[in-house]
């Protein structure tokens, strides 16, 4: 059983354009949650989707950033007009429930923004 | 949000046991204790998790204070790929978002 899977592990922006990060959460697990660690800090919480649904997305910035998970497909996360306050490594994690179990983190995606 | 504090560094010796704590006073009763480990360059990788009992498991113990309002990471015998960041997590809101704190940098002596 493969892994939480992410791609690309690392990406290169100019300031102004738009970055696209994929997961593909564990095979069977409807839950994804998407997190962003600064460097040299701990991970924050960003938003917590279920399949083509929003439940939480209290830890994303208000302007630039959408995340979505379709119901085929990965889960995307989204960053319009970047800059480097978005330099950051953005983790995804899958779960099969909802509630406080076992999150399955991938191997992240390191944003650099030039 | 509920937050967690964690000392900044810990070393321990390898073979020995390694007594990682985690203050978090504004627990609430719905609030569980999880605890994740992350390596360089990687994601976290799940270590142990707790309501209000204490746990085992094949990597870890979780002692969890009577009051809650404190934890503690048992790893019985620390190795050298026990070296890592520890966080002390607590998952609010019904377990929907994670509230990482700072973390715990353990060193592991030869």
């Known amino acids: 059983n493969a892994g939480v899977m992410q791609n690309p592990r690392h990406l290169v922006r100019r300031r102004g354009q738009e970055a696209r990060l994929r997961c593909s959460p564990m095979k069977g697990h409807s839950h994804v949650y998407w997190y962003r660690q600064l460097p040299e800090e701990g991970l924050k919480f960003m938003v917590y989707?279920?399949?083509?649904?929003?439940?939480?997305e209290s830890g994303m910035p208000k302007e630039r950033f959408s995340a979505e998970f379709p119901k085929e497909g990965p889960s995307i996360l989204r960053i319009q007009q970047v800059v480097r306050g978005d330099s950051a490594a953005y983790f995804c994690?899958?779960?099969?429930?909802?509630?406080?179990?076992?999150?399955?983190f991938g191997p992240g995606t390191r944003l650099t923004v030039t | 949000d509920a937050k967690t504090t964690q000392p900044n560094s810990m070393e321990s010796n390898e073979e020995e046991p390694v007594h990682l704590p985690c203050n978090h006073s504004t627990i609430s009763g719905t609030d569980y204790i999880h605890w994740y480990r992350q390596l360089p360059s990687q994601g976290p990788e799940y270590v142990i998790h707790?309501?209000?009992s204490n746990v085992n498991n094949r990597m870890a113990s979780l002692a969890i204070a009577e009051d809650r309002k404190s934890s503690t990471l048992i790893l019985h015998r620390a190795t050298l790929r026990d070296a890592a960041v520890y966080y002390c997590?607590?998952?609010?809101?019904?377990?929907?978002?994670?509230?990482f704190g700072p973390g715990t940098r353990l060193s592991v002596l030869p």
């Open positions: 707790g309501l209000t």
């Open positions: 989707l279920q399949k083509e649904n929003i439940i939480d």
């Open positions: 994690a899958s779960s099969p429930f909802a509630g406080p179990y076992e999150q399955y």
């Open positions: 997590i607590l998952s609010v809101n019904y377990g929907q978002n994670f509230v």
